[in-house]
């Protein structure tokens, strides 16, 4: 059974950071690209990110370019983001998910998903 947990959500003011992690199972992780997507409350799913499943290559959406990273620990089945410059309209649920390219994966791809709210 394909399995993604996501952990490292929570509170932060605007101008903070916070790392998101995932951590995967049931597929051949060493060999899946992988994606980040956020969805704010009664809004649609963006897609933020994709690194392929060497960890080498990285692609981000223009509204997180430059203040977030994604990367990867293949031995240890962990994706990561990290989240720097956080600001209000970053509020939203962030899920990992199985990378689909740059495009917002299936909803059965993702995981359930970690909080993140930016207020002061």
């Known amino acids: 059974e394909v399995q993604l947990v996501e952990s490292g959500g929570g509170s932060v003011e605007p101008g903070g950071s916070l790392r998101l992690s995932c951590e995967a199972s049931?597929?051949?992780?060493?060999?899946?690209?992988m994606s980040w997507v956020r969805q704010a409350p009664g809004k649609g799913p963006e897609w933020l990110s994709l690194i392929n499943y060497r960890g080498d290559t990285t692609w981000y959406a223009e509204s997180v370019k430059g203040r977030f990273t994604v990367y990867r620990e293949n031995a240890m089945r962990m994706l990561y983001l990290q989240m720097n410059d956080l600001q209000p309209e970053d509020t939203a649920m962030y899920y990992c998910?199985?990378?689909?390219?740059?495009?917002?994966?299936?909803?059965?791809?993702w995981g359930q998903g970690t909080q993140v709210t930016v207020s002061p």
């Open positions: 998910s199985r990378g689909y390219s740059t495009y917002i994966p299936p909803r059965h791809y």
């Open positions: 049931g597929f051949i992780f060493g060999d899946t690209d």
